[in-house]
Protein backbone atom coordinates (compact mmCIF):
# COMPACT_ATOMS: atom_id res chain seq x y z
CA UNK A 1 0.00 0.00 0.00
CA UNK A 2 1.40 3.68 -1.26
CA UNK A 3 0.88 6.63 1.43
CA UNK A 4 1.13 10.22 0.30
CA UNK A 5 4.37 11.63 1.48
CA UNK A 6 3.24 15.47 1.51
CA UNK A 7 3.24 16.54 4.40
CA UNK A 8 -0.17 19.04 3.24
CA UNK A 9 -1.47 17.63 0.49
CA UNK A 10 -4.05 19.96 -0.14
CA UNK A 11 -1.49 23.05 0.91
CA UNK A 12 -0.25 25.15 3.71
CA UNK A 13 -3.11 27.06 4.30
CA UNK A 14 -6.07 25.04 3.28
CA UNK A 15 -9.18 26.41 4.33
CA UNK A 16 -8.28 29.01 5.38
CA UNK A 17 -9.28 33.26 4.71
CA UNK A 18 -6.86 35.84 4.88
CA UNK A 19 -6.96 39.78 4.35
CA UNK A 20 -3.89 41.31 2.89
CA UNK A 21 -3.50 44.87 2.77
CA UNK A 22 -1.69 46.82 -0.18
CA UNK A 23 -2.15 43.64 -2.32
CA UNK A 24 -2.57 44.96 -5.80
CA UNK A 25 0.77 44.75 -6.76
CA UNK A 26 4.37 44.10 -5.43
CA UNK A 27 5.03 42.18 -2.10
CA UNK A 28 1.31 42.16 -1.10
CA UNK A 29 0.10 41.12 -4.43
CA UNK A 30 2.87 37.76 -4.81
CA UNK A 31 2.16 37.05 -1.31
CA UNK A 32 -1.59 36.97 -2.57
CA UNK A 33 -0.40 34.89 -4.96
CA UNK A 34 1.33 32.27 -3.18
CA UNK A 35 -1.31 31.88 -0.34
CA UNK A 36 -3.95 31.06 -3.03
CA UNK A 37 -1.55 28.57 -4.17
CA UNK A 38 -1.50 27.31 -0.45
CA UNK A 39 -5.44 26.90 -0.39
CA UNK A 40 -6.31 29.95 0.87
CA UNK A 41 -9.20 32.17 0.08
CA UNK A 42 -8.15 35.75 -0.13
CA UNK A 43 -9.33 39.37 0.36
CA UNK A 44 -7.44 41.69 -1.83
CA UNK A 45 -7.17 44.79 -0.28
CA UNK A 46 -6.14 48.10 -2.38
CA UNK A 47 -6.54 51.48 -2.82
CA UNK A 48 -6.66 50.77 -6.91
CA UNK A 49 -9.53 48.99 -8.06
CA UNK A 50 -8.36 48.13 -11.36
CA UNK A 51 -5.23 46.78 -9.90
CA UNK A 52 -7.12 44.89 -6.92
CA UNK A 53 -9.31 43.38 -9.46
CA UNK A 54 -6.36 42.28 -12.04
CA UNK A 55 -5.15 40.25 -8.90
CA UNK A 56 -8.34 38.74 -8.29
CA UNK A 57 -8.63 37.82 -11.96
CA UNK A 58 -5.53 36.08 -12.08
CA UNK A 59 -6.05 34.00 -8.74
CA UNK A 60 -8.64 33.06 -10.38
CA UNK A 61 -7.34 31.76 -14.10
CA UNK A 62 -4.99 29.59 -11.68
CA UNK A 63 -8.02 27.85 -9.84
CA UNK A 64 -8.17 30.28 -6.78
CA UNK A 65 -10.24 31.70 -4.93
CA UNK A 66 -10.28 35.60 -4.25
CA UNK A 67 -12.38 38.84 -3.72
CA UNK A 68 -10.69 42.68 -4.29
CA UNK A 69 -12.01 45.20 -1.78
CA UNK A 70 -10.53 48.66 -2.41
CA UNK A 71 -10.70 50.93 -0.61
CA UNK A 72 -8.74 53.71 1.46
CA UNK A 73 -7.00 51.60 5.07
CA UNK A 74 -6.80 54.58 6.93
CA UNK A 75 -10.53 55.17 6.92
CA UNK A 76 -12.49 53.28 9.18
CA UNK A 77 -15.58 52.92 6.91
CA UNK A 78 -13.62 51.12 4.26
CA UNK A 79 -11.67 48.82 7.28
CA UNK A 80 -15.37 47.78 8.50
CA UNK A 81 -16.35 47.56 4.95
CA UNK A 82 -12.88 45.04 4.68
CA UNK A 83 -13.78 42.77 7.77
CA UNK A 84 -17.25 42.56 6.68
CA UNK A 85 -16.69 41.34 3.22
CA UNK A 86 -14.03 38.92 3.98
CA UNK A 87 -16.33 37.30 6.69
CA UNK A 88 -18.51 36.77 4.12
CA UNK A 89 -16.22 35.58 1.26
CA UNK A 90 -14.95 33.33 4.33
CA UNK A 91 -18.52 32.32 5.52
CA UNK A 92 -18.13 33.78 8.86
CA UNK A 93 -14.34 33.09 9.84
CA UNK A 94 -10.83 34.88 9.04
CA UNK A 95 -7.48 33.05 9.71
CA UNK A 96 -5.05 35.71 8.92
CA UNK A 97 -4.18 39.10 8.52
CA UNK A 98 -1.39 40.60 6.40
CA UNK A 99 -0.52 43.97 7.08
CA UNK A 100 1.35 44.72 4.46
CA UNK A 101 -0.25 48.09 2.67
CA UNK A 102 2.30 51.57 2.44
CA UNK A 103 5.08 53.36 1.34
CA UNK A 104 7.89 55.94 2.98
CA UNK A 105 7.85 59.47 2.30
CA UNK A 106 11.02 60.26 3.18
CA UNK A 107 13.29 63.38 3.94
CA UNK A 108 15.62 64.29 6.70
CA UNK A 109 14.26 65.16 10.47
CA UNK A 110 14.49 68.99 9.77
CA UNK A 111 12.98 69.08 6.51
CA UNK A 112 9.63 66.57 7.36
CA UNK A 113 6.60 68.68 7.07
CA UNK A 114 3.66 67.41 10.20
CA UNK A 115 1.66 66.02 6.67
CA UNK A 116 4.27 63.25 5.76
CA UNK A 117 4.38 62.38 9.28
CA UNK A 118 1.08 62.01 10.12
CA UNK A 119 0.66 60.37 7.13
CA UNK A 120 3.10 58.17 7.48
CA UNK A 121 2.16 56.82 10.87
CA UNK A 122 -1.25 56.24 10.21
CA UNK A 123 -0.70 54.47 7.53
CA UNK A 124 2.21 52.37 9.27
CA UNK A 125 0.36 52.03 12.89
CA UNK A 126 -3.16 53.26 13.16
CA UNK A 127 -4.62 51.21 9.85
CA UNK A 128 -2.82 48.06 11.18
CA UNK A 129 -4.06 48.58 14.97
CA UNK A 130 -8.14 49.50 13.68
CA UNK A 131 -8.12 46.71 10.99
CA UNK A 132 -6.76 44.05 14.07
CA UNK A 133 -8.93 45.56 16.48
CA UNK A 134 -12.23 45.68 14.20
CA UNK A 135 -11.20 41.76 12.89
CA UNK A 136 -11.30 41.00 16.79
CA UNK A 137 -15.18 38.92 16.98
CA UNK A 138 -12.77 36.75 14.74
CA UNK A 139 -9.83 36.05 16.35
CA UNK A 140 -10.91 36.06 19.73
CA UNK A 141 -12.58 32.26 18.86
CA UNK A 142 -11.93 29.40 21.14
CA UNK A 143 -12.45 26.69 18.46
CA UNK A 144 -8.31 25.46 18.13
CA UNK A 145 -7.90 26.46 14.35
CA UNK A 146 -4.27 28.05 13.53
CA UNK A 147 -5.36 31.97 13.50
CA UNK A 148 -2.34 34.58 13.01
CA UNK A 149 -1.69 38.36 12.19
CA UNK A 150 1.53 39.05 10.39
CA UNK A 151 2.92 43.12 10.15
CA UNK A 152 5.26 44.12 7.92
CA UNK A 153 8.06 45.76 9.10
CA UNK A 154 11.63 46.85 7.96
CA UNK A 155 14.95 46.72 8.87
CA UNK A 156 14.88 50.42 8.90
CA UNK A 157 12.78 49.98 12.01
CA UNK A 158 15.01 47.80 13.91
CA UNK A 159 18.46 49.64 12.98
CA UNK A 160 16.77 53.01 11.98
CA UNK A 161 17.86 54.77 8.23
CA UNK A 162 19.24 58.54 7.53
CA UNK A 163 16.48 60.21 6.43
CA UNK A 164 13.57 58.15 7.49
CA UNK A 165 12.58 59.13 10.58
CA UNK A 166 8.97 59.09 10.66
CA UNK A 167 9.14 55.33 8.38
CA UNK A 168 11.84 54.05 10.75
CA UNK A 169 9.39 55.36 13.81
CA UNK A 170 6.56 54.14 12.48
CA UNK A 171 8.21 50.26 11.51
CA UNK A 172 9.71 50.05 14.66
CA UNK A 173 6.16 50.96 16.09
CA UNK A 174 4.28 47.89 14.62
CA UNK A 175 6.79 45.11 15.98
CA UNK A 176 5.51 46.87 19.41
CA UNK A 177 2.01 46.08 18.08
CA UNK A 178 2.71 42.37 17.04
CA UNK A 179 4.51 41.97 20.72
CA UNK A 180 1.62 42.93 22.48
CA UNK A 181 -1.33 40.73 19.84
CA UNK A 182 0.72 38.01 20.67
CA UNK A 183 0.68 38.44 24.53
CA UNK A 184 -3.28 39.08 24.46
CA UNK A 185 -4.63 36.50 22.20
CA UNK A 186 -2.16 33.68 22.41
CA UNK A 187 -3.12 32.34 25.55
CA UNK A 188 -6.60 32.35 25.16
CA UNK A 189 -7.27 31.87 21.55
CA UNK A 190 -4.18 30.12 20.46
CA UNK A 191 -3.71 33.44 17.98
CA UNK A 192 -0.01 33.39 16.58
CA UNK A 193 1.40 37.32 15.90
CA UNK A 194 5.35 37.78 14.30
CA UNK A 195 6.44 40.65 12.44
CA UNK A 196 7.99 40.34 8.92
CA UNK A 197 10.68 42.82 8.49
CA UNK A 198 12.42 43.08 4.84
CA UNK A 199 15.91 44.53 3.47
CA UNK A 200 16.39 45.26 0.26
CA UNK A 201 13.68 44.14 -1.84
CA UNK A 202 13.52 45.15 -5.68
CA UNK A 203 9.75 46.73 -5.89
CA UNK A 204 8.37 49.56 -7.52
CA UNK A 205 8.92 51.64 -4.46
CA UNK A 206 12.63 51.01 -3.99
CA UNK A 207 13.66 50.88 -8.22
CA UNK A 208 11.05 53.62 -9.24
CA UNK A 209 12.40 55.71 -12.16
CA UNK A 210 12.22 59.31 -12.02
CA UNK A 211 8.57 60.79 -12.33
CA UNK A 212 6.90 58.07 -10.30
CA UNK A 213 4.52 59.06 -7.77
CA UNK A 214 2.28 57.61 -5.06
CA UNK A 215 -1.20 59.07 -5.67
CA UNK A 216 -3.22 59.94 -2.07
CA UNK A 217 -7.02 59.69 -1.71
CA UNK A 218 -7.09 62.98 -1.32
CA UNK A 219 -5.56 62.93 -5.04
CA UNK A 220 -2.00 64.67 -3.68
CA UNK A 221 1.16 62.68 -4.90
CA UNK A 222 4.59 62.41 -3.79
CA UNK A 223 7.93 60.78 -5.16
CA UNK A 224 8.22 57.18 -3.93
CA UNK A 225 11.52 55.20 -4.38
CA UNK A 226 15.14 56.34 -5.27
CA UNK A 227 16.14 57.06 -8.98
CA UNK A 228 17.51 53.43 -10.30
CA UNK A 229 17.83 52.50 -6.90
CA UNK A 230 18.25 48.19 -6.64
CA UNK A 231 18.25 48.63 -10.50
CA UNK A 232 21.95 49.05 -9.69
CA UNK A 233 22.32 46.55 -7.61
CA UNK A 234 26.47 46.62 -7.45
CA UNK A 235 25.78 49.44 -5.39
CA UNK A 236 23.71 47.61 -2.97
CA UNK A 237 24.90 44.25 -2.44
CA UNK A 238 28.46 44.47 -0.94
CA UNK A 239 27.35 45.02 2.54
CA UNK A 240 24.65 41.60 1.92
CA UNK A 241 25.77 38.14 2.85
CA UNK A 242 23.99 36.61 0.03
CA UNK A 243 25.04 39.11 -2.48
CA UNK A 244 21.46 39.79 -4.35
CA UNK A 245 18.61 42.37 -3.94
CA UNK A 246 15.53 40.25 -2.59
CA UNK A 247 12.36 39.50 -5.21
CA UNK A 248 8.83 40.03 -4.40
CA UNK A 249 8.76 36.74 -4.25
CA UNK A 250 11.52 35.90 -1.74
CA UNK A 251 9.53 38.26 0.13
CA UNK A 252 6.17 36.37 0.01
CA UNK A 253 7.42 33.22 0.37
CA UNK A 254 8.67 34.64 3.91
CA UNK A 255 5.17 35.96 4.79
CA UNK A 256 4.08 32.50 3.75
CA UNK A 257 5.99 30.49 5.76
CA UNK A 258 5.31 32.59 9.02
CA UNK A 259 1.93 32.35 8.20
CA UNK A 260 2.16 28.73 7.53
CA UNK A 261 1.58 25.49 10.62
CA UNK A 262 5.48 25.29 10.27
CA UNK A 263 5.52 28.65 12.65
CA UNK A 264 3.14 26.78 14.92
CA UNK A 265 5.12 27.28 17.85
CA UNK A 266 6.67 30.49 16.77
CA UNK A 267 4.75 33.85 18.14
CA UNK A 268 5.73 37.66 19.02
CA UNK A 269 8.89 37.23 16.73
CA UNK A 270 10.40 39.70 14.00
CA UNK A 271 11.74 38.03 11.03
CA UNK A 272 14.69 39.29 9.27
CA UNK A 273 14.21 38.83 5.77
CA UNK A 274 17.40 40.75 4.10
CA UNK A 275 19.43 38.46 2.74
CA UNK A 276 21.78 38.76 6.19
CA UNK A 277 22.53 42.56 5.74
CA UNK A 278 22.15 44.54 9.23
CA UNK A 279 22.94 41.45 11.88
CA UNK A 280 23.00 37.89 11.07
Known sequence: MTTSRLNFPQGLL???VAIITGAAQGIGAETARVFSREGCKVAVADLDQAKASAV?????AEGGDAIAV????????YIDLLVQKTAEFGNGQIHIIVNNAGYAWDDPIEKIQDKQ????ISLHNTAPFKLVRAAAPYFMVEDGKDRCIINISSTSGVYGNAGQASYALAKAGV???TKTIALEWGPRFGVRANTVAFGPIKTRLTTAPEG??????DGTKHAVGFHHGYDEPEK????????RIGTPQDAAKAILATASPLFSYVTGQTIMVSGGRGGM
Open 14 to 16: AGQ
Open 56 to 60: VEAIK
Open 70 to 77: AGDVTKND
Open 117 to 120: WDTI
Open 175 to 177: IGL
Open 212 to 217: EFVVRP
Open 236 to 243: WIGDIPLR
